[in-house]
């Protein structure tokens, strides 16, 4: 009598080969079973094979696809195959078995390492379809804020004053504090140079102009950036996730105006006012070296600093602050509405923001200088 979960195969004349299996033939046996189809076709080479299922106690999916190969071996091997011993239920889970399915290429991408054209190629695609995405959002938000302009009394003023606390509040110690130093340590490199040649009260114009002019509005920017841009495209990417935005447009909201606008114009807002702070504090960290290092009074220095600033260094400086913060605010909204899938997908999209506006960043002020240049 043979084992309960067990086979043995009995060779008869002309080459036929009988498979019998009995007891279970489920997952946990699948391994055992796969081994049979070498043992039967490699030992015996059969002209015909008859597998006889007439004391399998148990079958599921996994016995019936080991029949299923065991037959598809056959037909490869050009042996008649037979089956005996079906009950209804056996046939049943055996038609569970999609052949045609089995024989389809899977329909996973399959990975294929890319040379450096492809690479290049996939890259400047990327590049354009982000362009014209960020420049499709920005179009819509113009509408968005000439409709908010148009309606003041439909702006949401209350989330305004928040994101101006977040933005600007929030975000003045670390600009004041950045700033500062900066101010501090340009005004102690700079010093050791002009001081070899008596020129220690031209420190304070090196340190005024290059705040006020450049170093100001982007440092604020970069910083609004990071905290702020991230922030803007992480907040929205999360409603995105959840579906919230999907919500806001079903009860007859725009997504848009409800989210973007208050963002933006909280932006616009607050960055022209961090950046003069920005200055101010870079200044008083100059100051500091000037009195302390290069005996300097605080007259003297502050008097010299109001000389090398002219009217027209702190509107172009505020004009680029405004710029900046448009640019810093859409991009962090546009980054969150692209949000598809999971946290992972809200983590990329805040780490693509704060680098695409860092680039734009960059970018507006290197046009900038070369504007200027040609109106001053």
């Keep these: 009598m043979p084992h309960e979960n067990s086979y043995h195969i009995e060779a008869a004349g002309g080459g036929a080969v009988t498979l019998v299996l ?13 081994g049979l189809i070498g043992a039967v076709f490699d030992t015996h080479n059969p002209s015909k094979l008859n597998v006889d299922m007439g004391g399998v106690t148990y079958l599921d999916s996994a016995g019936a ?17 037979e089956l005996s011993g079906l009950s209804r239920e056996k046939m049943g889970i055996l038609s569970l078995i999609d052949r045609d399915a089995m024989t389809k290429p899977s329909l996973a991408p399959r990975e294929r390492r890319m040379n450096i054209v492809e690479q290049l190629g996939a890259a ?8 014209y995405d960020i420049i499709s959002f920005s179009g819509e938000l113009i509408c968005e804020l000439g409709y908010s302009l148009m309606h003041l009394q439909k702006v949401r003023w209350g989330d305004v004053v928040s994101y101006m606390k977040k933005v600007g509040v929030d975000g003045l110690p670390i600009v004041g504090l950045i700033s500062f130093l900066l101010g501090l340590i340009m005004a102690f490199m700079s010093s050791l140079q002009l001081k070899q040649f008596g020129a220690n009260i031209y420190v304070a114009s090196l340190v005024a102009v290059a705040m006020v002019r450049e170093l100001g509005p ?23 996730v959840n579906e919230e935005v999907d919500a806001l447009a079903t009860m007859g909201f725009s997504p848009m105006r409800f989210l973007s606008v208050p963002k933006v114009i909280a932006s616009l807002l607050t960055v022209p006012v961090l950046t003069v702070f920005a200055s101010i504090f870079a200044i008083m960290g100059g100051l ?3 009195v302390l290092g290069l005996n300097l009074t605080i007259f003297t220095y502050i008097q010299q600093t109001m000389k090398a600033i002219s009217i027209f260094d702190i509107v172009s400086g505020l004009v680029k602050s405004v710029i900046f913060a448009a640019a810093i605010s859409a991009v962090g909204c546009q980054r969150g ?11 990329n999209a805040t780490t693509s923001a704060v680098v695409t506006s860092i ?9 900038f200088a070369i504007i ?3 109106i001053h």
């Design 22 to 34: 009995t007891g279970r033939m489920d997952l946990e046996r699948f391994g055992e079973l796969a």
């Design 65 to 81: 696809l080991f029949i299923v190969e065991l037959e598809d071996e056959a037909r490869r091997r050009s042996v008649v195959f």
């Design 124 to 131: 400047s695609l990327a590049a354009v379809r982000d362009v």
């Design 218 to 240: 982007i440092m604020t920017a970069i910083i609004v950036a990071g905290r702020s841009g991230s922030a803007f495209a992480a907040e929205i990417g999360t409603m995105k």
């Design 288 to 290: 500091i070296v000037g």
């Design 337 to 347: 509405f692209k949000v598809r899938g999971g946290a992972e997908a809200v983590g």
């Design 359 to 367: 680039f734009l960043i960059i970018v507006i002020d290197s046009t």
């Design 372 to 374: 200027l240049h040609y």
